[in-house]
Nanobody, 115 residues
Framework: QVQLVESGGGLVQSGGSLRLSCAAS????????MGWYRQAPGKQRELVAD???????HYVDSVKGRFTISRDNAKNTGYLQMNSLKPEDTAVYYC?????????WGQGTQVTVSS
């Protein structure tokens, strides 16, 4: 069993930056793909970015060039560096770990971008 704990959210002004972290307990972190999702009020949860166990990354168009996903397998931790934040980035951000028949979610961290 793996538990995921996100941190790093908060309130930031438009144009600012935040770095989210996703710390995983348990074993096997390096074997799984990892992704960051977000859910704004009244909207469906959407994928923001993901990274394979081999380090290949993918981003939704709205965050390309602004967000960077990364992982440190030695620390069992994933990251989402968010730059040039916009009010429309306001949401609860969730970390997900999946693969090989498993699927884990974190509890989420709130990101609020003021205009």
């Amino acid at each position: 069993q793996v538990q995921l704990v996100e941190s790093g959210g908060g309130l930031v002004q438009s144009g600012g930056s935040l770095r989210l972290s996703c710390a995983a307990s348990g074993s096997g972190f390096s074997l799984y793909a990892m992704g960051w999702y977000r859910q704004a009020p009244g909207k469906q949860r959407e994928l923001v970015a993901d990274i394979t166990s081999g380090g290949f990354t993918h981003y939704v168009d709205s965050v390309k060039g602004r967000f960077t996903i990364s992982r440190d397998n030695a620390k069992n931790t994933g990251y989402l560096q968010m730059n040039s934040l916009k009010p429309e980035d306001t949401a609860v951000y969730y970390c997900r770990l999946w693969g090989r028949g498993v699927n884990y979610w974190g509890q989420g961290t709130q990101v609020t971008v003021s205009s």
